[in-house]
């Protein structure tokens, strides 16, 4: 499936939200925890399906009741790995940093409830999550290189290794 028609989904989500269709996002708010959606989400959720695969479909459904929950989106390129960031410089850093590390600890089976609580933060702690990216991610999480969970640690972690290049002046050294 083409980058531009995944797009398409989460921004179909995004016209939901930009549309005030409430009734549209507890349908599927609904889909939360289940594993293949609901009924009530086929008809956002369905039409951007591959039709030449049968597999792949779980993401979406995902997603959708991910975003339904925390519609306000990020800036395109936030990953997890920044929304962590973000949540950690507010309160209680070492509890979201052990969060963080379970989240890039497990299998893909197990992806949806650790995401599920991990937006659920995000929203009580006002933290925007970018699905465009979000969805692109979930896709690869089974990558051989892990380069998702590589990525979201680089965000996560990173930025320390910047602080240190910088002197008490902000000079870098």
């Known amino acids: 499936m083409s980058k531009s028609k995944e797009n398409s989904f989460v921004r179909s989500l995004e016209k939901l939200y930009e549309n005030k269709d409430r009734a549209a996002l507890a349908k599927l708010r609904r889909g939360l925890g289940r594993k293949g959606g609901t009924p009530e989400m086929y008809r956002y959720v369905v039409p951007y399906f591959d039709p030449e695969r049968s597999y792949g479909t779980e993401r979406y459904f995902l997603v959708a009741s991910l975003f339904a929950l925390h519609p306000e989106s990020a800036a395109r390129g936030t990953n997890m790995g920044r929304v ?4 950690k410089e507010e309160k209680s850093p070492s509890s979201v940093e052990r969060r963080f590390e379970n989240l890039l600890s497990v299998d893909a089976e197990d992806l949806a409830g650790h995401l599920r609580q991990a937006v659920s933060l995000a929203k009580s702690k006002g933290v ?4 465009h990216q979000l969805f692109f991610d979930i896709k690869n999480w089974n990558h051989p290189e892990r380069f998702v969970q590589l990525q979201w640690a680089r965000d996560f972690w990173g930025y320390e290794n910047e602080t240190n290049k910088t002197d008490s002046k902000g000079e870098d050294q």
Do not use: E, G, I, Q
């Not at 925007?128 to 699905?131: I, K, L, S, T």
């Open 84 to 87: 962590f960031r973000a949540m």
């Open 128 to 131: 925007r999550v970018d699905f």
